[in-house]
């Protein structure tokens, strides 16, 4: 066999890596490792004039295997892939190396220390390449056909924007009607549009739409497979399991009000009501005389730090309307800083403070008094601006309470095998630049069950998953990554352990011609997590591009190099 | 034939816009005026509350949007005009003259060394220069130069020539001429973005005045490690690490005389900016003037208490009065209004001042209003009146994202690219797939 001819790229990502790491030291070191014929090191390895250099590089010396030492694999490992490619070596003999993240942002005031380990790190991802395979990607179908959990805003908007594309669609709704929370308000604000017209409108789209399937009071119980190809089991009240198959999967499972059980009275005194209550007696025309919105209440609080980012606009609303209805009407909104961001939102506030409603700034450590007078009830607050502590009798209290996660959202979380954060909102693959996806891919994330967000924002963001929710639809076939696992018949003693440890349903004990059991791995349902590879006893299972060779070859030269350094 | 569409502008809302539309299997012609995509994102050192170096994470997705079989670039260059309705459009792309035969420059870089004219750079805020023949960042895409003809010696005044003597590709073309193609696109997808308010207009905020008030993304670039100090936290006077800095925020926005809107973002970057300044400089001590602090994203409420526990930042509710130099020229002086005290006054001397202006609408916007026929709303930011269709403008086929419909952060603008992509699709594919 040839001898591997490795080019290592050490990059100094501006400061990033340079400030700790010795980076002309690492590129050096690197030309000592073994089968290593050139390394070099880049001011930015993964600007136009970085990856040129790799290319000529490659050229230059022959290079088989490509060793870049710079960021995280997360953003730039298909960049420097498809580099390699361009020079005509296979992707996936590309060994990615962090020294950012993993050295010089941890360890940014030991730099002699930060060099080392970079060096170890580098030293470990040659070892590795020396023995990387060059692997092809599969292709496999897609199933045309969506999705969308949850007939809220944000699924609606999915859905129809979905079905305007000709692309068939599932919407699976929980209750008996689709709308979600919006079902109990009359009106959005701050354009003040009514809400009738929106979701009746969206509804008929989608319900006039022969590529359209709407499930009501329906869940999904289980969902397999991979993009492309996933089946999910919806499950009806009163029906049948039925099974749909399905390319990608949009979650819009929204959220819910929090109950403020036994804050500023609520519970115990009638007059004190949520926002959402408060909507639905608007939306029967029941305007009260006085009116005093909390906000903040289980928000912005030890213990729930977050900002529900719509209370704020939601009061103003509904401010406003019951100012319009009973125009000598007293309204009242303390606040702790009023989050009216944006255009719109800004003026509505403006247009409340003019229409007479009172904005009182209260702090946490004198949170405003609610009590019972007569029929009626009295608040008292210290206002911080006036350094004054007023009080005002009022019909209602109403509290705004932040949005907070479905209940049964970890079970959900389960079945999808997908993130949330410590909250319980879903995760996305990554909150600057991927809002609508998930790490997994075919999934896809939009509305409230991600992050509190207005009307509008849950519409756009249900229009932007069905964006990414058609691209492998449209494009009709999706690459399956070859870090797949694979076992060795001969080793294989059947004794099922991986099978347990697959999470995707992938391997299963098949007999050979000759009789012998084995288990064998379906390529496309494996996610390459590597839970069977650590489960087997017998070093059967192994995976593409992580097998037991090159990660013994890995600690070796790590073992090899840090004895160096102790010595 | 694939549909064709136009999108117009090439920060990260047109980035994104661009590639989904690429991978949807449309043709796609990206328009951005200045000579390399990235807008204002890669200006920015970090972005909020992750503290993701910027431009780490934004550079993948330039280079994908050179790369993507489906995107034609047009850089350095402007819409001229549209007509036409849905779904023909016509769109006269004008790309500008660059005097840079592109197909021949590899952006080595020995021209912008040897070019003798300085010019204030825009991309580093004229905080430092950059030359008459320029790389607008080192991670520009397309990685070409441009000849700023209104400063070439060789352009406006026929000697020189020092560019052309030096590249060894032969890419210089001092006569060349702007170049109109057409396009005849179904749909357009405008993107234009923001730009920061001229604070000069505003003295009583000191801009201009004391040496030592800056804007926000001037100091976005000295925190870079790649801007002109290297990522040093020093002031503009004398060089000096300043020992106490304040952040002034809703400088023309929220403010009846200039802007009524909010910016949206301001809260927040001066959060990760007062964390940064402390990370580089961990003993200065920050002060954020501020109306609402307006912390409504995911993890945003978290990261204003990380600024207060661990970096020590002071959150003063109280809009500054004036700003005005100290007595030696140095250090800026800052009246406001103590909260609680009804009314008293107070001045206190910080050692600099950042500015966090409005973003207004794109300079470029109102011509673009012009040429489309698009309707704008009070604050000049284009039109979308339909709720159920958020990225709709008021001409069927033209969609707007990000910045240039309505204030928000880089999440929102790529969520609202993305809005738009599947309105385009659903646009022209409505009824067959």
């Known amino acids: ?210 590529k359209a399937h709407v499930h009501l009071s329906s869940r999904m119980t289980e969902l397999t497979g991979f993009v492309g190809n996933f089946e999910i089991t919806v499950t009806a009240a009163d029906k049948c399991a039925e099974k749909i198959k399905a390319g990608t999967v949009i979650v819009a499972t929204g959220g819910q009000e929090w109950s403020p059980q036994g804050e500023f009275g609520y519970g115990k005194m009638p007059g004190v009501i949520t926002q959402l209550e408060l909507e639905r007696r608007l939306a029967k025309g029941e305007f009260p005389d006085s009116a005093v919105f909390i906000q903040c209440v289980g928000a912005r609080v030890p213990g729930r730090e977050y900002c529900s980012r719509f209370c704020c606009n939601a009061s103003i609303k509904n401010a406003i309307r019951i100012m319009e209805a009973r125009p000598e009407a007293q309204v009242s909104i303390l606040h702790r800083d009023i989050m009216s961001y944006g255009t719109t939102a800004e003026r509505a506030y403006h247009d409340a403070a003019e229409k007479g409603v009172r904005f009182m700034r209260y702090g946490l450590e004198s949170l405003p008094k609610v009590d019972k007078l007569g029929d009626n009830l009295h608040v008292d607050v210290y206002d911080e601006t006036l350094d004054d502590t007023i009080g005002m009798s009022t019909d209602v209290v109403v509290l705004a309470a932040p949005m907070v996660p479905i209940d049964n959202v970890k079970d959900l979380a389960m079945m999808l095998k997908v993130p949330v954060d410590k909250l319980g909102f879903f995760l996305e693959a990554h909150v600057k630049l991927r809002p609508v996806e998930f790490a997994t891919e075919g999934i896809f994330i939009c509305g409230t069950a991600r992050w509190p967000s207005s009307v509008s924002e849950c519409i756009s963001q249900g229009l932007g998953a069905a964006a ?95 004895l160096e350094v102790v010595q | 034939m694939k549909d064709k569409v136009v999108v117009v502008g090439g920060g990260i809302a047109g980035i994104q816009a661009a590639l989904d539309l690429g991978d949807m299997g449309f043709e796609v012609h990206l328009v951005e005026k200045s000579p390399s995509i990235g807008g204002h994102m890669a200006q920015l050192d970090k972005t909020f509350p992750t503290n993701d170096c910027s431009l780490c994470i934004l550079s993948p997705k330039m280079i994908m949007c050179a790369d993507h079989e489906n995107i034609k670039l047009h850089t350095y260059s402007e819409i001229d005009g549209v007509s036409g309705d849905f779904p023909h459009f016509k769109v006269k792309i004008r790309e500008k003259a660059r005097y840079i035969d592109i197909s021949r420059c590899t952006g080595c870089g020995d021209c912008t060394v040897k070019c003798p004219v300085k010019v204030p750079s825009e991309y580093e805020e004229g905080l430092t220069n950059r030359k008459a023949i320029y790389l607008p960042f080192p991670q520009a895409v397309p990685r070409k130069v441009t000849i700023d003809a209104a400063h070439c010696r060789m352009i406006t005044q026929k000697k020189c020539g020092v560019c052309k003597k030096v590249c060894q590709a032969g890419a210089i073309d001092y006569d060349q001429k702007d170049k109109v193609i057409d396009i005849d696109a179904s749909a357009l997808v405008i993107a234009s973005g923001y730009d920061q308010m001229d604070v000069s207009l505003l003295p009583q905020f000191g801009f201009g005045i004391a040496k030592d008030v800056v804007t926000s993304l001037q100091f976005e670039r000295i925190l870079s490690a790649s801007g002109p100090t290297g990522g040093h936290l020093v002031r503009p006077s004398d060089g000096t690490e300043p020992k106490t800095l304040a952040f002034i925020q809703c400088v023309g926005s929220r403010d009846a005389k200039c802007h009524v809107y909010c910016s949206s973002v301001c809260c927040m970057y001066a959060t990760k900016e007062s964390i940064l300044a402390g990370e580089h400089a961990p003993n200065v001590k920050t002060s954020i003037f501020y109306m609402d602090m307006r912390a409504v994203g995911k993890n945003f409420q978290e990261f204003v208490q990380r600024a207060k526990k661990s970096y020590g930042v002071r959150y003063v509710q109280s809009r500054p009065a004036k700003l005005q130099p100290s007595k030696d020229g140095k250090g800026v002086l800052i009246n406001y209004e103590k909260k609680g005290t009804g009314g008293d006054v107070a001045q206190e001397e910080f050692d600099m001042a950042v500015l966090c202006p409005a973003l207004e609408p794109s300079k470029s916007a109102s011509r673009l209003a012009e040429s489309t026929g698009l309707k704008v709303d009070p604050d000049g930011f284009f039109a979308t009146p339909d709720l159920k269709h958020p990225v709709d403008s008021t001409s069927k086929g033209i969609v707007v994202c990000g910045f240039a419909s309505t204030p928000m952060d880089i999440p929102d603008a790529v969520t609202q690219a993305s809005s738009a992509a599947a309105r385009v699709a659903e646009m022209i594919s409505g009824g067959g797939c």
């Open chain 1, 468 to 562: 990414k929710a058609s691209i492998p639809i449209r494009r009709g076939k999706v690459k399956i990554e070859p870090i797949t696992a694979y076992s060795d018949p001969e080793k294989c003693i059947a004794c099922g352990n991986c099978v347990q440890a697959c999470p995707y349903q992938a391997i299963e004990i098949v007999t050979s011609k000759e009789g012998k059991r084995y288990a064998q791995v379906t390529e496309a349902k494996c996610k390459g997590c590597g839970n069977c590879v650590a489960a087997c006893h017998n070093d059967a299972m192994q995976q593409k591009g992580f097998n037991t060779t090159q990660l013994s070859a890995m600690i070796d030269a790590l073992i090899k190099n840090a």
């Open chain 1, 1 to 210: 066999m040839l001898m591997p001819r490795i080019g290592v790229f050490i990059c100094h990502c501006g400061h990033n890596i340079a400030s700790a790491v010795d980076v002309e030291k690492v590129a050096e070191f690197a030309k000592t490792l073994p089968d290593v014929v050139v390394a070099a090191h880049n001011m930015y390895s993964c600007s136009e004039e970085g990856l040129g250099a790799i290319r000529r590089s490659i050229e230059e010396n022959k290079l088989d295997r490509v060793v870049v030492a710079a960021c995280t694999p997360r953003t730039h490992e298909p960049l420097f892939r498809r580099n390699c490619e361009r020079a005509g070596v296979n992707k996936y003999l590309f060994e990615f190396v962090n020294i950012r993240e993993h050295v010089s942002w941890i360890h940014a005031k030991e730099p002699l220390a930060a060099t080392e380990k970079a060096k170890m790190l580098v030293a470990m991802g040659v070892a590795k390449a020396a023995l990387l395979q060059p692997q092809e990607e599969t292709e496999s179908g897609v199933i045309p056909v969506a999705v969308v959990i949850g007939g809220g805003i944000a699924g609606l908007s999915a859905a129809s924007a979905l079905v305007s594309q000709g692309i068939e669609t599932h919407l699976i709704e929980k209750e008996p009607q689709l709308g979600g929370i919006l079902k109990d308000i009359a009106v959005i604000g701050p354009e003040m549009v009514k809400t009738k017209e929106i979701i009746d409108g969206m509804v008929k789209e989608i319900g006039s739409s022969p």
